[in-house]
């Protein structure tokens, strides 16, 4: 079987994912509880944020494909509609691979439940984001 992939669905989950982001951890959202939750020097990370910002893009790529990657093959074996199956492989992505490895990383680092859950909020819907972009511009 060949996978086909909407490359231009992968490159708006990478961009909304990219967005999402820069709402969500604004200081008038999460970002003021955020940054001190994980310590973060404000002045460091404005400082450090032009390097960080592409390497972001490109695990947001990433993640993006391989949500479309594993939602083709959810919608070829489901046979169901590729809007569901983005949305479903997404969740279950979101809470096999993405929720455990931060709940896990960030029992062992010790780190606020607080600062948990706002980076769970976040890769939730960033990875839901790019399964209905996915979904949506289907193959």
Not at 88 to 110: C, E, S
């Amino acid at each position: 079987m060949e996978v086909h992939i909407n490359l231009w669905g992968v490159l708006l989950g990478a961009v909304a994912s990219m967005v999402i982001g820069m709402i969500y951890y604004a200081d008038q959202v999460f970002g003021k509880e955020w940054k001190k939750l994980a310590k973060i020097d404000d002045k460091r990370f404005q400082k450090e944020m032009p390097k960080i910002m592409p390497q972001m893009f490109v695990a947001a790529l990433i993640t993006s494909y391989v949500v479309a990657y594993f939602m083709f093959l959810y919608q070829n074996f489901f046979q169901t509609s590729w809007l569901r199956a983005g949305v479903v492989t997404a969740l279950i992505l979101w809470l096999g691979a993405a929720a455990t490895t931060v709940f896990v990383h960030n029992a062992v680092d010790q780190r606020p439940s607080k600062l948990t859950a706002i980076s769970l909020g976040n890769r939730l819907l960033s990875i839901l984001a790019m399964g209905l972009l996915v979904g949506w511009l289907h193959p």
